[in-house]
Each structure stands twice: as structure tokens, then as C-alpha cells.
């Protein structure tokens, strides 16, 4: 995959170490394969962060960050993965996931409006809460499983694509000694 392409957009690892929400996980920042671009540890930063966007709590990036610590895989990918989710893209697709949900569950789904509200919450949410709740489990699973599959492979059609770039390109002619 193309390692520089990624250390270009991604921040530091000390930006992620002052940040002040991330800065609570201590030392266990401090493990290298939280940093290191390789196959499996960005594919796993994807999967980690793609299954948290689907949680619907705030502070996902904080879960995504707990996820890729205990996992053990690339922590600023799976931070910034989460951001599929953000106030524009999270009503539509939490439609989808509670329509799933409504779906797996054989219900049919509720006609509600949304409405940002306490008292939409405390009415409302007691309707619609299973469904959504297990289409956003289906859903961030399926997400994950495709993002990790998406990225091992992109990987390795970088690796192989570059390998054979560099088997086909001519030799070096031999330089005149002078």
C-alpha cells in the first residue's frame, strides 16, 4: 500500500498521544504496532474504526481508539475510518441500519420524524431502539469483514503491481569509469 501516500495525510503519532481524550490510554500508546503501516495493521485500523462508526454512541472516535489498542492495530486509521460517519451521513445510514435491523428482527419497520429532542428521545428511542440496535451490529460487521477485505487486497494489488513494475523496468546501463 502506499506508505507514503498514508503518512501524508495522517498525523504524527504525537499528536495522537497530546490529544487530550486519547491521552487517557497512557503508555499503551506507546506500542509500535499502534503506528506501524503494514498489511495487517491497516486492515485492522479499518475494520476497528468502519465497526465503531456503526455504534450509535458520541465519542466513537474514543471507541475506535480503545478498539485499535486492544487489537493492536494502526490507532490513527482507525480514529480518522470513523468520520463515515458525521452529521450529514449518520441519519441516512442509521435509517438503514434500523430498517435492517427491522428487517432481521421480522417487524416491519416504524414510520417516525426525526426529531432532535429530549422528549423525542424518551418517547421514540423506546420504540425504535432493538432494531436499530442490531442493524447497526449486522451493519458494522458487515463493514468491517468488507473493509479489512478491501484493504488486505488493495494492499497486496499495490505490492504485487510495484514488484512487477520493478521486474520489467530495464536494467541500469553500467556506469563509464573515469
Not at 426529531?115 to 428521545?121: I, R, V
Not at 468488507?146 to 520493478?166: C, E, I
Amino acid at each position: 500500500m502506499p506508505k507514503r501516500l498514508l503518512r501524508k495525510y495522517l498525523p504524527d503519532h504525537h499528536t495522537f498521544r497530546e490529544h487530550p481524550h486519547l491521552a487517557r490510554f497512557g503508555h499503551r500508546l506507546h506500542d509500535p504496532n499502534l503506528w506501524h503501516l503494514n498489511r495487517r495493521s491497516v486492515a485492522g485500523g479499518f475494520a476497528a474504526g468502519l465497526f465503531m462508526a456503526w455504534i450509535p454512541v458520541p465519542f466513537q472516535m474514543a471507541l475506535a481508539a480503545a478498539a485499535a489498542i486492544a487489537l493492536r492495530v494502526n490507532l490513527p486509521i482507525a480514529v480518522v475510518t470513523v468520520w463515515i460517519t458525521n452529521p450529514v451521513t449518520m441519519p441516512p445510514l442509521f435509517y438503514l441500519a434500523y430498517k435492517v435491523g427491522a428487517l432481521l428482527m421480522g417487524t416491519t419497520p416504524e414510520h417516525f420524524d426525526f426529531e432532535l429532542s429530549w422528549s423525542w428521545l424518551s418517547s421514540e428511542l423506546g420504540i425504535v431502539w432493538r432494531p436499530l440496535l442490531l442493524g447497526c451490529l449486522v451493519m458494522g460487521a458487515a463493514s468491517a469483514a468488507a473493509g479489512y477485505a478491501t484493504a488486505r487486497g488493495l494492499w497486496r494489488w499495490w505490492v504485487v503491481r510495484k514488484h512487477r513494475r520493478r521486474r520489467t523496468r530495464p536494467p541500469n546501463p553500467p556506469s563509464p569509469i573515469g
